[in-house]
């Protein structure tokens, strides 16, 4: 049977995934990107360490499609053996390469780790393959050809830790010339679901323009693949006049990039108050290697006593309004905006659950405050699904909220007018 | 071919794997599960939503194994056709099941959702097929048997959402005669790598008793299958006397599940100061419901300024000693114990890195600060392994040190002796 060139079977090996130990991430990850590039995946398939298996999966995937893209089984030990199984498929010996060899061996000094003669293993590749360099690691992958019924396949071997394998598969197709290099721009919306976005969507799906979309909790991308800029410039446009509440940017960048870069470019400095979210946003800012230079910390007051005792909430208040209420929100941001000397100060209060809520503050129900030279603000919203949705939408939808004309002014500078 | 009862091939169906955009933890799922049951895992196949490709791997992995445990395909719509090919491949009709249909009635009427025609499939299974209840959801599963080459062969079909699919397995394999009732328990550790465990632990795997290793970052679980009493007994045993620094608990509870265990058990309160941490901590202690109890809260002081101004460290200190010390770290701690008014207060303040590490304070240096009513102690601990590691264990590390007195009676409790 003929099978036309982008078909791809995905094959994975390696007895932790099919102990369940492992999660086969690198098969979606294969999956999407060669999605990007154009193939079309059959199917999926993993085989343990025992050789019988390995050859039937790869016999089986060659069978299927006319590429075959699998991962691990390129280290140094017995159980290894995706270079002489698919040395065997292609009716090829196996062959030593010298650069590769050395490869190995700069690794192994570079770590000061003394190289074995089960090593020499991971310089054998089936006679003709082409060779793929690994930057990330020891062992290179390979490209084989082998004919099945007159029609030629390819296996594109592939090692099995993922940052060793995500940098070489990217690095083999761009130079593929087969493969689509898509032209691509993102969007980056929070707050809103897939099918929502998807359905809105739907006049620019019917336009030639393939859209991905992708989850990034609690985030959601979408990617524009081979639009025009004058597609994209009206993408934008569109998205800009009806989903300005959900827009975060024009790229991938997510909501702690995007603070951290506000912050900086503004010259601002910034400190939390947070009750529900109990020290999240600033794990959140302190994630990102250098927050220092605009972070200066926060006060989780999740004890009533605490917002009063270190944030100066007033206690009639508190007593009058209860601790999720709008004033109190507005008295934690000016109190840890003025404790820390910040000059940007944010709150978070509110009822995470799954118990504490009332009628009148349902589980979800979640009041920000913001402090700045100009005054203070407060921000209502309520949150749905659950104690972890609830707390880490107020935290990334309050930082959101405060560069809201930092954000719109980088919108209106992409798409232009005004 | 005759093949042993037990032996087993994973199927997935569903175009969302094929495109990357979902990874495939149900695969995963089973395998762990299956293991656990006495099953042999062959294969792992996935298929999208073709005709052909699922009636492919389902004869690939009947061919292969005894048992085909299967997951998705059975929902409403054109492209879920497990039953319908399952059928065929045993040639039997498919059979509509009436108390099946009336479970998916219910289940519509209880969202209030109309149901529509297409509804009526999820009640159809191939005749004589075993149904598995659905209590999580509207299809249920099945159980069917097929010949092959006068050879019995099952295929077990579950649904595609995982909250639905895991309990029916559960319940299937308790069910199942064949299958192995793994008595089985765990033993959590902190700070120790799977293979020097598991290297320590080989004189007890040479012994009957199978192992199992399971990575929960920061955290290793150690599951012992099949165990006698006794056996078990010198395994903790010998876990205590070699293993007391990295020992969690005889049970597979976290750390921050133990930690609010034992702040309520032992009836006290607790606020945290964080430095390089930047409130992971309190993140941690709060992603669990009900922390209100025993958390009162804590501050972030990011900025050397906060340390002084909202924790009253000392700033002829902080310029002697700098900011990650030994006197900072105990002056934080007492000053946020004193401050929120806690029994014990916790401080953590390090070098998290990439940059900021000197000769003397390299990056993963890390000071954490005890303060309680008996006075305060300070521990210093070098991480490695870069920024998101050294914070996570130190969060980590720091709670196991507060509740170090607490898990050694725990422990004693349970391995008895003294």
Same mark, same amino acid.
């Given at each position: 049977?003929?099978?036309?060139?982008?078909?791809?079977?995905?094959?994975?090996? $390696?007895?932790?995934?099919?102990?369940?130990?492992?999660?086969?991430?690198?098969?979606?990850?294969?999956?999407?990107?060669?999605?990007?590039?154009?193939?079309?995946?059959?199917?999926?398939?993993?085989?343990?360490?025992?050789?019988?298996?390995?050859?039937?999966?790869?016999? #089986?995937? %060659?069978?299927?499609? $006319?590429?075959?893209?699998?991962?691990?089984?390129?280290?140094?030990?017995?159980?290894?053996?995706?270079?002489?199984?698919?040395?065997?498929?292609?009716?090829?010996?196996? !062959?030593?390469?010298?650069?590769?060899?050395?490869?190995?061996?700069?690794?192994?000094?570079?770590?000061?780790?003394?190289? #074995?003669?089960?090593?020499?293993?991971?310089?054998?590749?089936?006679?003709?393959?082409?060779?793929?360099?690994?930057?990330?690691?020891?062992?290179?992958?390979?490209?084989?050809?082998?004919?099945?019924?007159?029609?030629?396949?390819?296996?594109?071997?592939?090692?099995?830790?993922?940052?060793?394998?995500?940098?070489?598969?990217?690095?083999?197709?761009?130079? %593929?010339? !087969?493969?689509?290099?898509? #032209?691509?721009?993102?969007?980056?919306?929070?707050?809103?679901?897939?099918?929502?976005?998807?359905? @809105?969507?739907?006049?620019?799906?019917?336009?030639?323009?393939?859209?991905?979309?992708? @989850?990034?909790?609690?985030?959601?991308?979408?990617?524009?693949?081979?639009?025009?800029?004058?597609?994209?410039?009206?993408?934008?446009?569109?998205?800009?006049?009806?989903?300005?509440?959900?827009?975060?940017?024009?790229?991938?960048? $997510?909501?702690?990039?995007?603070? @951290?870069?506000?912050?900086?470019?503004?010259? !601002?400095?910034? @400190?939390?108050?947070?009750?529900? #979210?109990?020290?999240?946003?600033?794990?959140?800012?302190?994630?990102?290697?250098?927050?220092?230079?605009?972070?200066?910390?926060?006060?989780?007051?999740?004890?009533?006593?605490?917002?009063?005792?270190?944030?100066?909430?007033?206690?009639?208040?508190?007593?009058?309004?209860?601790?999720?209420?709008?004033?109190?929100? !507005?008295?934690?941001?000016?109190?840890?905006?003025?404790?820390?000397?910040?000059?940007? $100060?944010?709150?978070?209060?509110?009822?995470?659950?799954?118990?504490?809520?009332?009628?009148?503050?349902?589980?979800?129900?979640?009041?920000?405050?913001?402090?700045?030279?100009?005054?203070?603000?407060?921000?209502?919203?309520?949150?749905?699904?659950? *104690?972890?949705?609830?707390?880490?939408?107020?935290?990334?939808?309050?930082?959101?909220?405060?560069?809201?004309?930092?954000?719109?002014?980088?919108? *209106?500078?992409?798409?232009?007018?005004?």
């Amino acid at each position: 049977m003929s099978i036309p060139r982008l078909t791809a079977c995905i094959v994975s090996t $390696g007895e932790e995934v099919l102990r369940g130990e492992l999660i086969d991430s690198n098969s979606a990850e294969l999956a999407r990107q060669l999605g990007e590039a154009g193939f079309e995946i059959q199917l999926m398939l993993t085989a343990g360490d025992r050789r019988m298996d390995l050859d039937f999966v790869l016999r #089986t995937a %060659l069978d299927r499609a $006319g590429w075959v893209f699998m991962t691990g089984g390129l280290g140094p030990t017995e159980d290894d053996l995706t270079a002489e199984v698919v040395a065997q498929l292609a009716q090829v010996p196996l !062959q030593f390469d010298l650069p590769s060899w050395q490869h190995v061996e700069r690794r192994f000094a570079e770590f000061g780790i003394p190289l #074995t003669e089960n090593n020499r293993k991971q310089a054998m590749f089936p006679a003709g393959a082409q060779i793929l360099a690994n930057p990330n690691g020891t062992a290179p992958g390979f490209v084989a050809s082998l004919s099945l019924a007159g029609d030629e396949r390819r296996v594109v071997a592939l090692p099995g830790p993922p940052r060793e394998m995500q940098p070489m598969l990217r690095t083999f197709l761009a130079s %593929l010339p !087969q493969a689509r290099k898509a #032209t691509h721009s993102f969007m980056r919306f929070l707050g809103i679901g897939e099918s929502s976005l998807a359905e @809105a969507m739907r006049p620019w799906a019917d336009q030639n323009i393939e859209l991905g979309y992708r @989850a990034i909790f609690p985030e959601l991308e979408l990617k524009l693949y081979d639009a025009s800029e004058a597609q994209i410039h009206s993408l934008r446009a569109f998205a800009l006049e009806n989903f300005a509440d959900y827009l975060l940017d024009f790229s991938s960048l $997510g909501t702690p990039e995007l603070f @951290a870069r506000y912050l900086t470019e503004t010259g !601002q400095t910034f @400190a939390v108050a947070e009750s529900c #979210t109990g020290g999240l946003v600033g794990k959140i800012i302190t994630d990102l290697p250098g927050a220092s230079a605009y972070f200066l910390g926060g006060v989780v007051s999740y004890a009533n006593s605490a917002k009063h005792d270190l944030l100066g909430v007033d206690a009639a208040t508190l007593a009058e309004h209860g601790a999720v209420s709008e004033p109190v929100a !507005q008295q934690m941001a000016r109190g840890v905006r003025e404790r820390f000397g910040a000059d940007i $100060g944010l709150s978070i209060t509110g009822i995470a659950g799954p118990d504490g809520g009332t009628d009148q503050k349902p589980v979800g129900t979640v009041w920000l405050g913001r402090a700045d030279a100009h005054g203070t603000a407060a921000r209502h919203r309520q949150f749905v699904r659950g *104690r972890e949705w609830v707390r880490t939408f107020a935290a990334h939808d309050g930082l959101r909220w405060l560069m809201r004309d930092w954000l719109q002014a980088r919108w *209106r500078a992409t798409v232009g007018g005004g």
